[in-house]
């Protein structure tokens, strides 16, 4: 089984606060990876998928980058709504099935 | 409008079976480039992927619950269930189905908004 990896599992930051959360696949997943957000009490939400595409509807501050084994998701100019959980997700190969990092947690500083 | 909504109990006992269903609605089970997964988050905790399935019927489990669970689709009904057999405690928490569009994005699109099932005597 794939293992994702995320840090920091949480992180503080300010409002307008320029912040990158990196996940580390256990192998080689090419781009087949993507990024979610969420908040108490909800589902989560699709941010990015294909390692760099923004999901239609996800405002261009969030950003994603990576191929193989490292990724990264940034956030430009952090806004009060951006304080949430955020998980990455690996779909290398659907018959090994998909699997999640154990989420980082963006704080207010 | 593409929407899911899981239904089943919430509450159950240990060692008894828990049944879940997710009812789907504006995509068809039969579209080749969707699949439905199971995915759970216990409280305070991180997501994790349970089971998936495909149009043709392809199935896929967590390697370490394979031996409990059960996936199965109901086309014509618009419905996926999960079951888990031998329940414990550390199976409390909100379940969440979800589509997976597999071949544009290779991500979840679109999910439920999640139940919240108790494991408890």
């Known amino acids: 089984d794939i293992q994702m990896t995320q840090s920091p599992s949480t992180l503080s930051a300010f409002v307008g606060d320029s912040i990158t959360i990196t996940c580390r696949a256990s192998q080689d997943i090419n781009n087949w990876l993507a990024w979610y957000q969420q908040k108490p009490g909800k589902a989560p939400e699709l941010l990015i998928y294909k390692a760099s595409i923004l999901e239609s509807g996800v405002p261009s501050r969030f950003s994603g980058s990576g191929s193989g084994t490292e990724f990264t998701l940034t956030i430009s100019s952090l806004q009060p709504d951006d304080f949430a959980t955020y998980y990455c997700?690996?779909?290398?190969?659907?018959?090994?099935?998909?699997?999640f990092g154990g989420g980082t947690k963006v704080e207010f500083k | 409008q593409v929407t899911l909504k899981e239904s089943g109990p919430v509450l159950v006992k240990p060692t008894e079976t828990l049944t879940l269903t997710c009812s789907v609605s504006?995509?068809?089970?039969?579209?080749?480039?969707?699949?439905v997964s199971w995915i759970r988050q216990p409280p305070g905790k991180a997501l994790e992927w349970l089971a998936h399935?495909?149009?043709?019927?392809?199935?896929s489990y967590s390697t370490s619950l394979k031996s409990r669970l059960s996936i199965s689709k109901d086309t014509s009904r618009s419905q996926v269930v999960l079951t888990m057999t031998n329940v414990a405690p550390v199976d409390t928490g909100t379940y969440y189905c979800a589509r997976i569009w597999t071949t544009a994005k290779h991500a979840v699109d679109y999910w439920g908004q999640g139940t919240l099932v108790t494991v408890s005597s």
């Open positions: 997700q690996q779909c290398k190969s659907y018959s090994g099935g998909l699997s």
């Open positions: 504006g995509f068809s089970l039969s579209n080749a480039r969707m699949a």
């Open positions: 399935i495909f149009s043709t019927d392809e199935k």
